[in-house]
């Protein structure tokens, strides 16, 4: 059973819709991190944060918005989506002194 | 930019066979990761590697780091079929203060056949 889980494991979604990802950790680590996996591409990573600041966001998209009010929750915020941006979203997990990511088992995302 | 470039990208080989896959990156790091993901699934750790010349092994699994040569290698000794997946190499690449941030390489699509 991995300590990172996500909901929802799977989502359909217009173009016009708003969702959540959710992302929960319970391994007591202190930074969390979005990443997209496409087919054929390599693992893009969109966002990362560490005790709950935001350090690094990798041009990603404002549709994209990412929230983590604590340092075992990280929520990803849909809007406006595009086709383009179905994909796998994968949350991750470390320790800061540490660079071992522990992953989740991801959202499957389908925009139409 | 940090690169990182595994080859092959595909690998299609018999059981009982031994194979590599190599791991090449572009600057200076001495932290690499190799995960494994099964179809549908998410990224499951394989191999820490924290060292110039770090080696680890895992059953029929074995990794290796030459920091010199930035160069990575996953060894496969006796392939069975439920070695069958998809590996990804990582390098960590800091960001600014004490972030670690991982740069992916694209994956090899290993296949075993009886």
């Known amino acids: 059973e991995t300590g990172v889980t996500q909901t929802p494991r799977h989502l359909v979604m217009g173009m016009t819709n708003k969702k959540s990802l959710k992302c929960e950790q319970h391994?007591?680590?202190?930074?969390m991190y979005w990443y997209k996996q496409s087919a054929k591409k390599p693992l893009e990573l969109m966002f990362v944060?560490?005790?709950?600041?935001?350090?690094e966001n990798n041009s990603v998209p404002s549709r994209f918005s990412p929230e983590c009010p604590n340092s075992s929750h990280l929520f990803l915020h849909l809007h406006t989506l595009q086709p383009e941006d179905s994909a796998l979203y994968l949350c991750?997990?470390?320790?800061?002194?540490?660079?071992?990511?522990?992953f989740g088992p991801g959202t499957r995302l389908t925009v139409t | 930019e940090l690169k990182v470039e595994q080859n092959p990208l595909f690998l299609s080989m018999q059981e009982g066979k031994n194979y590599t896959i190599y791991c090449n990156y572009s600057?200076?790091?001495?932290?690499l990761y190799w995960y494994r993901q099964d179809p549908g699934k998410s990224l499951e750790s394989l191999f820490v590697l924290l060292s110039n010349g770090a080696v680890k092994q895992e059953g029929r699994l074995m990794a290796s780091l030459d920091t010199k040569a930035r160069l990575s290698t996953l060894h496969i000794t006796a392939a069975v079929h439920d070695l069958s997946a998809t590996y990804f190499c990582?390098?960590?690449?800091?960001?600014?203060?004490?972030?670690?941030?991982?740069?992916f390489g694209k994956g090899t699509l290993l296949t075993v056949n009886p």
């Open positions: 944060y560490n005790f709950k600041e935001q350090t």
């Open positions: 391994l007591g680590h202190n930074a």
């Open positions: 600057t200076t790091s001495d932290r």
């Open positions: 991750a997990s470390s320790h800061l002194s540490l660079g071992e990511q522990y």
């Open positions: 990582a390098v960590d690449a800091r960001s600014g203060g004490s972030n670690y941030k991982l740069t």
